[in-house]
Structures are given as C-alpha cells and as structure tokens.
C-alpha cells in the first residue's frame, strides 16, 4: 500500500497581503521538506477541480456563486478582515476540494492506504454561508460528506489538531449524524467557538478546549482519552484529518507549546485508530501552521509516520 501526496501549482497563485500569515511561502516550505530523499516514495497527484456539486455538499449554489463572483481579475479582493482572493484562488479552493473527494476514493477502494492533501487555501474556518479565517469552503466537512453519500459510510471520524477550532467544519456538520467531529483547540482564541458545550444535533461534536501555554503531555492526555473512550468504540469505517500544525511552540499566531514530535505521536496514533477500525484508511488535508521552519519540520514528521504505517 502507499500514501499519496496531492498538491497543485494553482495552489501557489492564491496570494495574500504581504506580511498575511497564510502565504505561498507556506507550500514552499512543505514541498522542500517533501523534496528530500526520505519522501521519494510519495505518489504524487495532482488534484481535480471540485465542482458545484461538490461544494453544494457543504454549501448552496447561492455561496458558491458568491464566492466565483468575489475573485478578482486582477489584485486581490477582501472577504472579510483576513481572508483574500486573488485571480488564482478560486481554482485552488476547488482544487483542495477535489483533492481530498480523489483522496477519500482512492483509499476507499483499495488503490492508497493514506493521503496527505497539500493544498491551500485551508477550509475549517469557513461556515455554510460565510467565508472567514483565511477559508473559502469547508474543504474537510465536503469531504466527508461526499464519503458517506458515495460509499455509503455510516460512521467517519473528522480530527482536527489545528491550533484554532474548526468552527466551520462544526457548522456544516452539525446536523450530519454520520460525521462524529473531534476538535482540539486553544481556547480562548479565535473564532472564539469551541466549548465543551458544542456537541452537535446528535451529540456527535466532541470539543477539546486547551488553555494557553499547554504542551505536548496535556494534549496526548487530552487525545488518548478521546480516541480510546469515544472513537475506538464508534469504529469509524474512515478517518479524516484536519492536520493544522499552528499548536507548534514556535507558531505566531498562538500560544500552545507543542513541539515537532507531538505531531508525528498524532499521526502515530490516528493510523492506530484507523488500523484498529478501518483497515488503515486515513486522508489528511493542511490546514494551519504560520512558522515556515516549524511548518515544514511537522508536516514532514507526521507525512512519514503516514508513509511508515502506509507501507
């Protein structure tokens, strides 16, 4: 079995403000890093472009026209306080989705044991009607939409460790009993979202709020708990991942001190999960992580966990 590496140079012509935290320079950090000979058995694709149809899975045809019709020809147009188009981010947001929906059938029918999804923008942020925090769709909650209507999933297990809660994807899952939603976060923090008290229509959201300055040993206490006592006993029949690596110490966007090797513990024990429950099926898609070096250094780290236990 493999794991499989989507990312697309589209990805590089969203761009941002000078000085805006979601940069290019973000690809380009992972993708040197993925350069090296320990990533040379990646198996790389390009990603589709998702379709209305697609996003209409997360979204209504009235949001995604908005959002076709906010991009500009030229320079950049502002969605909100920081979130930004320019003439190529369009494509990238339906790239990401397409992505993670190829992803999710490759490893669904046996062809991939795992993918990682690098593309940008991310997509937890973004709420069924609104655009925020750097996100056009609701990349991740699409996807596991789109997973259970075309292969008739029952039980999926969205992950999300991004430093910031994913308010979006909760959104647009909060009525979605075959999603079970799992999101650890600083808290408070921005969107300010994320209370234990948040737990879905049907009680499938599970909210892990971490106080500043919390580090590795809290967190792996925080995600034990979860995965043993909530989400081996759900058996998810597929795991995805909102991998967000701006919990890193070294991130400036906010104030948990996780290091490089919590995040490859993560994938570690998101493949045991997913060994345990559904033959290995994991697809990760890039979220946060605004310290270029700490970025590179932990998408590396948790991509050759996935390749390690992909093989």
């Known amino acids: 079995m493999t794991t499989l590496l989507y990312t697309h140079a589209v990805c590089h012509d969203h761009i941002t403000p000078p000085g805006h935290p979601e940069q290019v320079a973000r690809l380009e950090a992972i993708n040197a890093t993925l350069s090296g000979t320990a990533f040379q058995d990646l198996i790389r694709r ?8 697609d996003v209409r899975l997360g979204h209504s045809r009235a949001y995604f026209e908005r959002i076709e019709n906010a991009q500009p020809v030229e320079g950049l147009a502002q969605l909100d306080g920081d979130t930004f188009m320019a003439p190529g981010s369009f494509e990238a947001a339906l790239r990401a989705i397409g992505g993670n ?7 669904m029918s046996g062809q991939a044991q795992n993918a990682f999804v690098a593309c940008r923008p991310p997509g937890h942020h973004a709420e ?8 056009l769709f609701s990349t991740v909650a699409i996807a596991a939409i789109h ?13 999300d460790f991004d430093v910031h809660h994913g308010n979006g994807t909760q959104d647009v899952l909060w009525h979605e009993s075959r999603v079970r939603f799992v999101s650890s976060h600083q808290m408070p923090l921005y969107p300010g979202s994320g209370g234990i008290h948040q737990k879905g229509a049907f009680g499938q959201v599970i909210n892990i709020p971490l106080e500043e300055a919390t580090g590795g040993e809290v967190m792996r206490e925080a995600w034990e708990k979860v995965l043993s006592e909530e989400l081996e ?3 998810p029949q597929l ?7 701006d919990a890193h110490t070294r991130d400036p966007l906010a104030n948990l001190n996780w290091e490089t090797e919590d995040f490859a513990w993560l994938a570690h024990r998101i493949c045991d999960l997913a060994d345990k429950c559904c033959d290995g ?13 700490a970025l590179g250094d932990s998408v590396g780290a948790y991509i ?8």
């Open 46 to 53: 390009d990603p589709p472009i998702g379709s209305l149809d």
């Open 101 to 107: 929906i190829d992803a999710i059938d490759q490893v």
């Open 128 to 135: 069924k009607a609104n655009p925020m925090g750097f996100c």
């Open 147 to 159: 997973a259970a209507n075309a292969h008739g999933l029952e039980r999926i297990a969205v992950l």
């Open 233 to 235: 006993p759900y058996a």
């Open 239 to 245: 795991v995805l991942v909102s991998a967000g690596f």
């Open 281 to 293: 099926r994991v697809v990760s898609s890039l979220e946060g992580g605004y310290d270029l070096q």
């Open 304 to 311: 050759g966990v996935m390749m390690e236990r992909g093989a």
